[in-house]
């Protein structure tokens, strides 16, 4: 009797100790990828070319030529996406990557894509560039790249909130009628604030928690009745009736969310919201690119075009060049350039 109770104290003993290994050393494996990540944001907090006050906070130093019978400007309208935040070379960011193929398929003219994209820029913020600037370009196309967190509250003099109030909404409606154990709550964001296998944890139940309810991260910003959707709705078609008055065509090309895994058309967790930005777009008489099933067709992982060592959620180069020559494909199937 004593002998048995001896081996499971033992055998016990072995477990916790198997177990607390296990989180010190993912611990440290966590803390290490925060660390890589951390460094690897730095080194792109200046980027070569990145313009002054003087370029309105856009990535390079916009030259226009004078244009022509021969002549196409496409105009592109968008946020960090476009922008190519976490690249480095600016020549691989989707805009410049498309003006190079367009370049070869059409010699005889002259192409230029005019990048007004800025970080954290909504819907409603391009749509203001546009009317501020954009028009005057004279564009013959022009390009709005939609991210999910674009109905973001927003308004004049290019206003907007980060991304964190987003963060507060879903941490307010994830918990039913909005009650929560206010000592569960401390001990859960000191632990969070210290571990990092913490966090990473939390994160992964909490994308858990939101497919379970049917519901996304983005999901607040969809509701008819919320303020910045139908702000970011009216935008865009402010943005196609201005280009229709200068006989310019709108592409409303959607980038996707990189959620890590190998989605489908059944299986991505998003597409509703999709659904929902594709007949705002359809509805504002633009022309709708959907980038979703360019990234579906190559068959990986979403996780993997990720920047950063697949922890940013911008988009790396791959997915940059994707991005371009989708839209190039879809220029030429449209013949939108003659």
Not at 84 to 103: H, R, S
Not at 270 to 293: P, T, Y
């Amino acid at each position: 009797m004593k002998q048995s109770t001896k081996n499971i104290i033992i055998n016990i003993s072995c477990i916790v100790t198997a177990i607390i290994v296990t989180c010190v050393f993912f611990e440290f494996f966590f803390r290490y990828k925060e660390y890589r990540k951390k460094q690897a944001i730095k080194s792109f907090e200046y980027l070569p070319g990145i313009p002054s006050k003087d370029n309105k906070g856009f990535r390079e130093k916009i030259n226009l030529f004078e244009k022509g019978d021969n002549s196409t400007r496409i105009l592109v309208l968008g946020d960090s996406y476009s922008w190519g935040d976490k690249i480095k070379d600016p020549k691989d960011i989707w805009p410049n990557i498309l003006q190079k193929i367009l370049a070869k398929e059409y010699p005889k003219r002259k192409i230029e894509v005019v990048n007004l994209a800025c970080c954290g820029f909504t819907t409603v913020n391009e749509m203001e560039v546009f009317y501020k600037v954009g028009l005057r370009m004279q564009p013959d196309i022009v390009v709005v790249q939609f991210t999910l967190n674009d109905p973001l509250p927003s308004g004049p003099g290019l206003k907007r909130v980060g991304s964190d109030w987003l963060s507060e909404q879903n941490a307010v409606t994830s918990v039913p009628e909005q009650k929560r154990d206010v000592k569960k709550k401390g001990f859960s964001e000191t632990f969070r604030k210290k571990s990092a296998f913490y966090r990473w944890l939390s994160t992964r139940f909490g994308y858990l928690e939101m497919k379970q309810q049917n519901r996304s991260f983005y999901d607040p910003l969809y509701k008819e009745d919320f303020q910045g959707w139908q702000a970011c709705k009216k935008s865009l078609q402010l943005i196609s009736d201005g280009a229709k008055k200068i006989n310019a065509k709108t592409i409303l090309m959607i980038a996707p969310y990189f959620l890590p895994g190998k989605w489908t058309n059944e299986t991505y967790p998003l597409k509703h919201l999709n659904a929902k930005v594709i007949d705002a777009g359809e509805n504002a008489n633009m022309m709708v690119l959907d980038l979703f099933q360019s990234f579906v067709d190559k068959g990986r992982d979403f996780g993997s075009y990720k920047a950063l060592y697949g922890q940013d959620g911008h988009p790396n180069e791959t997915a940059h060049k994707i991005m371009a020559q989708t839209l190039d494909q879809f220029i030429r199937k449209n013949n939108l350039i003659r």
